[in-house]
């Protein structure tokens, strides 16, 4: 069973930074692609980011947070980041990261992950 665990969600006012943590449980953690999702209230869960296993050279980004948004991996420390800057209130959302069902960095659907975490709240002040 594989465990992942959120953490650096806050309250921030827009224009201000955060980055978003979430550490994985199990020894396959480099294996597999990494996604991050957000769910506003009133609203379906979004697709925001994804990095293909291994040395995650695949990125893959929702289009609204390009720029802005930048997700990385330490295979290391079995933990994947969402960095985000320049933040606007319509980034507001319990944010989740999930573990993709193989190596490939390119799927957006959350159908294609397997595993994910209870979510961090972020919530950006205008």
């Known amino acids: 069973q594989v465990q992942l665990v959120e953490s650096g969600g806050g309250l921030v006012q827009a224009g201000g930074s955060l980055r978003l943590s979430c550490a994985a449980s199990g020894r396959t953690f480099n294996v597999y692609a990494m996604g991050w999702f957000r769910q506003a209230p009133g609203k379906e869960r979004e697709f925001v980011a994804a990095?293909?296993?291994?040395?995650?050279?695949?990125?893959n980004y929702l289009d609204s947070v390009k720029g802005r948004f930048t997700i990385s991996r330490d295979n290391a420390k079995n933990t994947v980041y969402l960095q985000m800057n320049s933040l606007k209130p319509e980034d507001t959302a319990v944010y989740y990261c999930a573990r993709g069902r193989d190596y490939s960095g390119s799927y957006s659907s959350s159908h294609m992950y397997d595993y994910w975490g209870q979510g961090t709240q972020v919530t950006v002040s205008s």
């Open positions: 990095i293909s296993g291994g040395s995650g050279g695949y990125k």
